[in-house]
């Protein structure tokens, strides 16, 4: 595969793009792009189908913590929702869907990983894993946030005789009813794992290094009238997504970014009553409480958890892990948990974006050199010295408290009006300033210092400075952003 003719050819070509994954943001840039008028793409996918995260996590209880609703594509509406958190199997399904409706399958590479860009004459060379090599003006990088999954540093993992693997490479091959199961970790994957699983296993330890606040969560199916009704009259999908967005920003989105907010109040007072009201044992309820604010952390929502832990054949574990045996798990106690299947809920690295892909832009410039000592992004989506290259919820970005879909889909329609700029003219290449960037880094920076994110813990969403890598400010101030680019902080040459 290679890319068209002469430097003249190409200039009266139309712009050819690649873009790299087909999860959530790559199915809906190829749909994107295709509604404006581009259709000479190529969409590389390591994996043999479409889905992303949704396709790598198959775990028990694996559900999305945004509203189905919400959580879709504002062009694709779904009428079939399940529940109003719907279970992944769904959400995997529904983007399968989504790109077999368009007809994707035309434009994409399946079982072959983008190994390296390098930009040269105006253009991106790409090089697969197979050793496809391609020439396009414009990439796109839609490869995720949390894609690589974290394997902790434990004394005697290897060593473990029984099935061992980490949540997003779940092995359904191994029998898990009536045995007894260890699950490290108490994120959201663990807490679904838990409830998902603790009434068909032997026995349960959830190895608990830090204690989480627990939303509560009604998730009552949707009825067979109301998906009618739905699928009827389709405006009524389109006012529930529009009022769940406005809810989500009002009541959840907006109030993580001002610690002081009432709305944050209201969260950690209804974070606190579900502990207390539900949780019988005192000794256990206060092990289950964590010493810093409700959503400092990401916050877990969840309609069974403190249930599923209080069962008789689970057990939390709070003494720390001192090593791992053949047998199960020692603990710093001196006790043996004995286990047959150990599950690694350790989550993922999430500051890897593009990695491990080499990426090396105008004049040689590596990525990881422009990304040290941590990654940075204009707006999340440009990166100077990298013309022409885009990421979807890249660094920086409202990863924590929006709808991953609904900032992609805004920064896309952002992304198109920069390539419009550049085929409207002469010019070749654009991208974000260094000056643009250092500004927003400094403004941004500086807002986060009053988010909840900052009140007191460790988090995934904190940089080595111990900076939220997040956008601190109100949704509002982010569709304000997406709506044009301030141009003058672009760099078009």
């Known amino acids: 595969m290679t890319g068209t003719g002469s430097p003249r050819a190409r200039e009266k070509a139309a712009p050819r793009f690649a873009i790299i994954g087909a999860g959530m943001s790559g199915i809906l840039s190829a749909i994107k792009l295709r509604e404006a008028g581009i259709t000479d793409f190529t969409v590389y996918e390591k994996a043999d189908r479409v889905g992303g995260t949704w396709r790598e996590n198959t775990y028990p209880g694996v559900a999305c913590d945004v509203p189905s609703h919400l959580y879709s594509y504002s062009f ?9 958190y719907s279970p992944g199997a769904e959400i ?16 994409i590479r399946y079982g072959d990983a983008v190994e390296s860009c390098r930009f040269a004459d105006h253009r991106w060379h790409l090089e697969t894993a197979a ?17 690589r999954p974290v ?48 009434d068909e296993v032997g026995h349960l330890d959830l190895f608990q290094r830090t204690a989480q606040w627990v939303l509560p969560q009604m998730n009552a199916p949707f009825t067979d009238e109301e998906k009618s009704g739905f699928r009827e009259h389709p405006e009524r999908m389109a006012e529930l997504h529009e009022n769940l967005s406005r809810l989500f920003a009002d009541g959840f989105s907006n109030a993580v ?35 810093y604010r409700a959503a400092c952390k990401r916050l877990i929502v969840s309609t069974d958890f403190y249930e599923a832990i209080q069962r008789p054949n689970a057990e939390l574990v709070t003494a720390g892990i001192e090593r791992i045996e053949p047998a199960g798990v020692r603990t710093a106690d001196g006790r043996l948990h004995e286990l047959d299947v150990l599950v690694l809920a350790t989550g993922f690295d999430a500051g890897a974006f593009m990695r491990p892909m080499s990426v090396m832009g ?22 100077p010295g990298f013309p022409n290259l885009f990421m979807l919820n890249g660094p920086n970005g409202p ?33 974000a300033t260094t000056a643009a960037m250092e500004r927003f880094e400094a403004e941004r920076v500086a807002a986060a210092s009053k988010t909840v994110w900052v009140t007191g813990c460790r ?32 760099e078009i040459a």
């Open 76 to 84: 694709a509406l779904n009428p079939d929702w399940s529940h109003p």
């Open 362 to 383: 105008r004049d040689g410039l590596d990525l990881d050199v422009a990304w040290s000592p941590r990654p940075n992004a204009y707006l999340s989506v440009s990166i």
């Open 257 to 291: 970014v001002d610690a002081d907010s009432p709305q944050m109040k209201m969260i950690e007072e209804a974070c606190r009553q579900n502990l207390e009201q539900t949780v019988v044992d005192p000794d256990l309820r206060e092990r289950l409480r964590p010493d």
């Open 131 to 147: 050793g496809v090599r391609d020439e396009v003006d414009f990439v796109i990088a839609a490869t995720g946030v949390l894609h």
């Open 459 to 490: 988090s995934w969403y904190l940089d080595d400075r111990g900076v939220p890598a997040s956008w601190p400010w109100p949704f509002d101030r982010f569709r304000e952003a997406m709506r044009a680019p301030a141009i003058d902080d672009f």
């Open 92 to 107: 995997q399904a529904y983007f399968e869907r989504v790109a077999a409706d368009h007809g994707l399958d035309a434009h």
């Open 399 to 431: 990863v924590g408290n929006f709808s991953l879909i609904e900032v992609a889909e805004l920064q896309l329609a952002y992304i198109l009006q920069l390539v419009d700029r550049v085929r409207a003219g002469e010019r070749r290449e654009i991208c």
């Open 151 to 198: 394997v902790p540093d434990i004394e005697g993992l290897e060593s473990f005789a029984g099935a061992r693997f980490h949540s997003a490479r779940w092995d359904h091959s191994v029998p898990l009813a009536g045995r007894r199961i260890g699950v490290i970790g108490t994120g959201s994957t663990a807490v679904q794992i838990v409830s998902a699983l603790v």
